[in-house]
């Protein structure tokens, strides 16, 4: 079966950097869709950025310029980078894997979810 698992937030000042990791297993990582989404309390889950079977990147405005989703497909790890953090960033994230090769962009359409690690900017 299918588990991610993240790993990596914690509380950062406005300005700093946080790496966020996520662990895979249980699917054919190299050639599938992954992602990062956020959520805050009482919002609506976020899309951030994705990376699709072919390595091709998409990322949010509100992230662009910033942040980063690096991919290790020897050791099925994804990653985000986020850079010049914001207090607005403050969310739980979440990192999704869906069998699809192309970039997904809606939450219900991925499949796999991990558990969420919490990022605090203030």
């Known amino acids: 079966h299918v588990q991610l698992v993240e790993s990596g937030g914690g509380s950062a000042q406005p300005g700093k950097s946080l790496r966020l990791s996520c662990a895979t297993s249980?699917?054919?990582?190299?050639?599938?869709?992954v992602a990062w989404f956020r959520q805050a309390p009482g919002k609506e889950r976020e899309f951030i950025a994705n990376?699709?079977?072919?390595?091709?990147?998409t990322y949010a405005d509100s992230v662009k310029g910033r942040f980063t989703i690096p991919k290790d497909n020897a050791k099925s790890m994804l990653y985000l980078q986020m850079n010049n953090l914001k207090p607005e960033d403050t969310a739980m994230y979440y990192c999704?894997?869906?069998?699809?090769?192309?970039?997904?962009?809606?939450?219900?359409?991925?499949?796999?979810w991990g558990q969420g690690t919490q990022v605090t900017v203030s």
């Open positions: 990376i699709d079977g072919g390595g091709r990147t």
């Open positions: 999704a894997a869906d069998e699809e090769y192309g970039g997904l962009l809606l939450a219900y359409e991925y499949n796999y």
């Open positions: 249980g699917f054919t990582f190299s050639s599938n869709c």
